[in-house]
């Protein structure tokens, strides 16, 4: 049995327009062979609902870059409450320069992602996550994950934004599903993981099948000790579309 992993921004989705069309080709040929489509994200529970939908697609996901995840209609926790990092942050405030998503609050977060202010509203609404917009020296950035890492936090590079975060990864978040989908059909899962960027690496690294979809603006994440890895010739959603067509086409 087959399941697909796969990133959302810059991925499945246009980095500029968030549009999924280059894609719809193999979307089709997925539903076609009845493949689940599990959408792998730093999003929002809300946002992953929201693109879900829009989507058509009803399988299970990991929001939040493994924080959290919804399978069978119920959510599963992870990782440690927005409170407990906002507080951490706060403190962190004093000695280094960014900008979290409650600083910029909705109208800050639709300037910085393009996103219309309802989309900004779902990205703000966090469990578990906190991207940040860093404004800061890299020398000092070393420091401040030296400190996160002191509180049992890590830091994660996306498309955008870098995001804190408890330890728990994507990667984990599909190591959890894939169990639940061998104990449910009694079948050998084979997996496949499509992703662009940092946050997406340990996912990569859990799969069978590894797809490097190229950013526009940025180089391809190296992926060290993996089987089977492939990066794609064209970009974003067209990328995602050429991989999926010539492995289950």
């Not at 639709?110 to 578990?128: P, V, Y």
């Not at 860093?134 to 996306?158: E, R």
């Not at 995001?163 to 190591?175: E, I």
Request: charged share 25%.
């Amino acid at each position: 049995m087959l399941l697909i992993f796969s990133d959302l921004d810059a991925t499945l989705l246009d980095h500029n327009t968030y549009s999924f069309k280059e894609a719809l080709p193999a979307l089709q040929l997925i539903k076609q062979k009845k493949i689940p489509l599990i959408l792998s994200s730093s999003k929002t529970y809300q946002e992953m609902i929201y693109i879900r939908k829009k989507l058509d697609n009803n399988d299970p996901f990991i929001y939040e870059n493994g924080s959290g995840i919804y399978f069978k209609n119920k959510k599963v926790a992870f990782g440690s409450s927005y409170i407990e990092i906002h507080n951490i942050l706060s403190k962190l405030k004093k000695q280094f320069s960014f900008l979290s998503f409650k600083d910029l609050g909705p109208l800050g977060i639709q300037k910085e992602t393009g996103l219309d202010f309802n989309s900004s509203i779902r990205a703000s609404q966090r469990e578990f996550t906190e991207p940040i917009s860093w404004k800061d020296t890299k020398q000092q950035l070393n420091k401040f994950k030296i400190l996160l890492h002191q509180q049992n936090l890590i830091l994660l590079q996306g498309g955008r934004f870098l995001t804190v975060s408890s330890p728990q990864t994507k990667g984990d978040a599909l190591l959890w599903i894939k169990k639940r989908y061998e104990s449910l059909s009694h079948k050998k899962i084979i997996t496949i993981g499509l992703g662009d960027s940092e946050n997406d690496i340990n996912m990569l690294k859990k799969t069978d099948e590894a797809v490097i979809v190229r950013h526009p603006k940025k180089k391809p994440p190296k992926i060290s000790m993996h089987p089977s890895i492939i990066t794609t010739n064209e970009i974003g959603p067209k990328g995602w579309n050429e991989a999926i067509i010539n492995y289950i086409g």
